[in-house]
């Protein structure tokens, strides 16, 4: 869809001869470092060109309208700057509904209603970070609407806390980090106890990065989310008994091997081996990307997604599949699950002569084991959301 085409619909659906302003947020992919940001370790994600557009203007009275062309069945949906309490009927519009609202108790003037029409291209419910996206487009057209003084961070974590605390989805600080501070062809590693970043080049030289979504609904994730943040925080309990920590990131690898006995459950020393040596392995990420290195990362990749599957137990059939076929298949270097797991999106690091046949071949194999096939997106590594003036890219 290209950008007069969402000019056009945002007029249509509005009835309004306005010329909006434009908008994007992208999605975000995590190369490496799975289920560690609770467990205040490090993450190296990348915002991607997939994402969430937002076209918008101010309007003269304290009515907001918003309208999404992924979910027209809704229809417009309208609230006032008066009532901006969570409502389930309101579905996805709960998520710029809690921006608005929280930009409003943090002491930013927004003193106009708005009409916004959204549309996201990042596939719906493939776990590459939509709901972050829609936020944080919304944070940048509070931010440029009302000619707002904002610091990226406090937006970022404006973000987070409408996860938390509107919606009540207890996530970690990610997804907003990396589609608020994306840098176009650099991923970041970020520390999730400290906040503190720092961007690295990713120079594929003749790779691209395939995202293959498994397309199985990630039924489990939420409640399987919850339950290994908790054996991970009762393993911690443990560890403390003996050792002045305050996060299971905080360990080495031969620490962890040195006092792992503490941990008194044998699923919950597992759980927390893999949140000690993912940590350690991500750390090493930046290392190697720094130097050019891409086969080490590949390998690196890899190996996370191996203790995802054995220790961690979050990746499933399909997302095992989608892993070993690609380790199996020439031309790629590295591929692992990414996000929660149970369903959800792979990645590989393939060589660009080789991604028809990895793909054919994949689908072949995967669609004989499960029914159906997956899909697959080829992307670029993007900047964080911003608003659009001269560029539009689909």
Known sequence: MTQPDLLQAYQDIFQTADTP??????????????????????????????????????????TLRFYSMNFPDAGIIECTLSDLSYHADHDWANFPKGMIQLFIANGFTIDAGMDVLFYGNIPNGAGLSSSASIEMATGVVLEELFNLTIDRLQMILLGQKVENDYIGVNSGIMDQFAIGKGKQDHAMLLDCQTLEFSYAPVELNGYEIVIINSNKQRTLAGSKYNERRAECEQALMDLRTELPIDSLGELTGEQFEQHKQLIANDINRKRAKHAVYENERTVRALSELEQGHIEAFGKLMNASHVSLRDDYEVTGPELDKIAETAWNHPGVIGARMTGAGFGGCAIAIVQQEQIDSFKHTLSSAYSEEFGYAPSFYETKISDGAKELVKEWQL
């Open 21 to 62: 302003r434009s908008f994007f947020a992208p999605g975000r992919i995590n190369l490496i470092g799975e289920h560690t940001d609770y467990n205040g370790g490090h993450v190296f994600p990348a915002a991607i060109s997939l994402g969430t557009y937002a076209i918008a203007s101010k309007r003269t009275d304290h």
